[in-house]
């Protein structure tokens, strides 16, 4: 019902406990002095008690819409073919989440509802810096849900589709880091079966852990550092942090018995994109897929975030499966000239058709990706990319490094004149 009076809306906050109790009695103060229930809500969001979300939902007369048992909404956070996701605060334990609520034809069947708890039950027990942290699942009037911990950042479909491919070291990292986050996962028997851009989150983290409540107040405490030992404050330096999003879902788009045609119905209807890095075997058959499919699809989102497209662009629904069994992408080589050759060969094992010929872990991949994603790559690289941006080539340099004494000239036996020992200085580009 669309609150008429500030009263009314002031019985409406009440009713669905959206407002602290201190909170409450400020704004049944305000609505002694404010009648138009506007004009209250107004006030009420300049003083960050309600979110632009919670006001329009509230003027709109849905505020049952921002209640889910005992989480409230403070923002959606976008919608998809299975799920709804929202910025969330639990009532009693003050938890703020992204709480995904899945749609009810998404959970019609009794076998999907089964899988879907059995793999929440799963992901309770994973704990990695690099997969976001599970923190609630439960079921209300018929409407499953699950929370996980909130984080700001972007995934890494939006930040190509934004900023054009990635530096090299960049991607490297990004992809090095979902490896580590697979490969947890891996070791308690998990297949995530849905890996892509749009499931790896990209945050910052400043070195310690990212706690599923956090108030303003604490945040600002948490950004203004702590101080060490000798009294001086110690600020720890942000770091990009990638965590994998949407375990558990994959049931739901790959249910148990369905084959063909019924397959690819679930799949087109659920989400739009997973054909672009779905694994070979797991088109035939996803209930038999192994950690082997997610690195190669782990290998399809590096493609992406190198090149700024998928491996496969044209082509309907079962032409892109039957082009990931079959053909092979475009060379990275025909967007881009500064990939290493290694780094081209590692992404070239990731995506390899047959299983056995692909990394067979996660921790392989995160590994082979190590050398190519440190600091010293990334400024080696932008370097390089500084110098090549020069119309002219830079002069020519005496290169003065001194040699080891091991590579030293031997000294000219007496008598004899010392001959000059010249060093050849190759340049490689980047230096890979």
Known sequence: MVPTTSRALIETLTQCRLLGSE?????ADLAHRESDPRQLARRLGQRNFLTIYQINQ???????????????????????????????????????????????????????????????????QMDHPNIVAFVDVDEWENTFYFAMEF?????????????????????????????????H?????????????????????????????????????????TKGKAGKKQKNRPKPVVKILDWGLATLR??????????????????????????????????????????????SAFYFLLTGQPPFTEGSLM???????QAEPEPVSAFREDVPPRVVDILRRMMAKNPEDRFQTPAAVALALLAFSREETRELTRLCRKVAMRKTPPAARKDQTPL????????????????RHKRSVQSDTCGF
């Open 58 to 124: 509230l003027l709109a007369g849905r505020a049952k819409d921002l209640v889910l048992g005992p989480y409230r909404f403070l923002d959606s956070l976008g919608q998809g073919g299975l799920s709804s996701v929202y910025k969330a605060r639990h009532v009693d334990y003050d938890w703020l989440v992204a709480l995904k609520v899945i749609k009810k034809e998404a959970m019609a069947s009794e076998e999907g509802r089964r899988q879907f708890l059995h793999e929440m039950e799963a992901m309770a």
């Open 185 to 225: 996962a891996h070791e308690r028997n998990l297949v995530h079966r849905d890996i892509k851009p749009g499931n790896l989150f990209l945050t910052q983290s400043a070195g310690g852990d990212l706690a599923v409540s956090t108030r303003p107040e604490e945040e600002g405490s948490a950004r203004r550092g």
């Open 319 to 325: 032409q892109k499966l039957l082009q990931h069994k």
């Open 23 to 27: 909170q409450l009695r400020q704004a």
């Open 151 to 183: 984080v700001d950042g972007i995934d890494l479909a939006k930040l190509v589709a934004l900023s054009g491919p990635l530096p090299v070291p960049e991607a490297c990292d990004y992809i090095r880091q979902a490896a580590l986050g697979l490969q």
């Open 254 to 299: 790959f249910p148990k018995g369905y084959t063909g045609p019924q397959l690819l119905e679930n799949m087109a209807r659920g989400i739009v994109g997973t054909a672009d890095y779905l694994s070979p075997e797991q088109a035939r058959d996803h209930t038999a897929v192994d950690i082997r499919g997610d690195i190669y699809s782990l290998g």
């Open 404 to 419: 080891p004494a091991a590579l030293e000239q031997p000294a000219s036996p007496p008598g004899k004149s010392k001959s």
